[in-house]
């Protein structure tokens, strides 16, 4: 199984809960057994369950590739803890900004990360340091939440349906992809946010229509 749809504490967002490299899924604490079942299955990785904020929202405070994990700034200090324990070698480290909610803001696979083009040179440096990538800063669509309206792997990108050419072009030769535009969970220009993807597979929120989960197995390279 490379792809399904699943209510995650029962959201169709399953993103705002879940950032995944391809070896790794950062997930909320107390999943149900079918919500472990489905991530395990479709995302062939290990399943790390942790809380960021005091809260279930790791896609949203954290963002994972397969070289490190960035923390949001209101991660305690017994959660960083945590993290580091089941983080392996990977770098991990918290971004101190105020633009805290990291996983709308960044968008990263193993090559290169795309940010939030308010992000400051500092910040820019510590998340290419944390994540050891290539890191840039660009919009789409109108959205400077580059992370809650895309989605990017080591395999495949996805863009949200109000991406103009121009910028389609931009980014397809930033990070080496072609590209297809989207929505999920019936019209939600929120792709990054409906979805949790690595190269292994794609959990897209229950509401996803099949248009839109062909449409994002397609650019992600899943073969669905």
Same mark, same amino acid.
């Given at each position: 199984?490379?792809?399904?749809? +699943?209510?995650?504490?029962?959201?169709?967002?399953t993103g705002v809960f879940c950032t995944a490299s391809d070896r790794?899924?950062?997930?909320?604490?107390?999943? /149900?057994?079918?919500?472990?079942?489905? +991530?395990?299955?479709?995302?062939?990785?290990?399943?790390?369950?942790?809380?960021?904020?005091?809260?279930?929202?790791? =896609?949203?405070?954290?963002? #994972?590739?397969?070289?490190?994990?960035?923390?949001?700034n209101l991660t305690s200090e017994e959660e960083l803890r945590a993290?580091?324990?089941?983080?392996?070698?990977?770098?991990?480290g918290i971004l101190q900004s105020s633009i805290n909610a990291i996983?709308?803001?960044?968008?990263?696979?193993?090559?290169?990360?795309?940010?939030?083009?308010?992000?400051?040179?500092?910040?820019?440096?510590?998340?290419?340091?944390?994540? =050891?990538?290539? /890191?840039?800063?660009?919009?789409?669509?109108?959205?400077?939440?580059?992370? #809650?309206?895309?989605?990017?792997?080591?395999?495949?990108?996805?863009?949200?349906?109000?991406?103009?050419?121009?910028?389609?072009?931009?980014?397809? =030769?930033?990070?080496?992809?072609?590209?297809?535009?989207?929505?999920?969970?019936?019209?939600?220009?929120?792709?990054?946010?409906?979805? %949790?993807?690595?190269?292994?597979? %794609?959990?897209?929120?229950?509401? /996803?229509? =099949?248009?839109? +989960?062909?449409?994002? %197995?397609?650019? +992600?390279? %899943?073969?669905?």
């Amino acid at each position: 199984m490379d792809a399904a749809i +699943l209510r995650l504490k029962g959201s169709d967002y399953t993103g705002v809960f879940c950032t995944a490299s391809d070896r790794l899924v950062f997930a909320p604490p107390n999943l /149900t057994k079918k919500e472990h079942d489905v +991530l395990f299955a479709t995302l062939k990785a290990d399943i790390i369950e942790i809380s960021l904020a005091e809260s279930n929202l790791i =896609g949203l405070f954290a963002k #994972a590739n397969s070289n490190g994990v960035i923390l949001s700034n209101l991660t305690s200090e017994e959660e960083l803890r945590a993290v580091k324990a089941d983080a392996g070698e990977l770098n991990v480290g918290i971004l101190q900004s105020s633009i805290n909610a990291i996983g709308s803001n960044i968008l990263a696979n193993d090559k290169v990360a795309i940010v939030n083009e308010e992000y400051s040179d500092r910040e820019l440096k510590f998340i290419e340091d944390i994540l =050891g990538v290539e /890191t840039v800063r660009m919009q789409i669509g109108g959205f400077k939440t580059v992370g #809650a309206n895309n989605i990017l792997t080591n395999k495949g990108l996805v863009i949200n349906n109000k991406a103009t050419d121009l910028e389609q072009t931009e980014w397809e =030769g930033k990070t080496g992809f072609k590209t297809i535009r989207t929505t999920a969970n019936t019209g939600s220009l929120a792709i990054g946010l409906s979805v %949790v993807a690595n190269s292994n597979g %794609v959990v897209a929120g229950n509401s /996803t229509t =099949g248009f839109e +989960l062909n449409r994002i %197995v397609q650019g +992600l390279e %899943v073969s669905g």
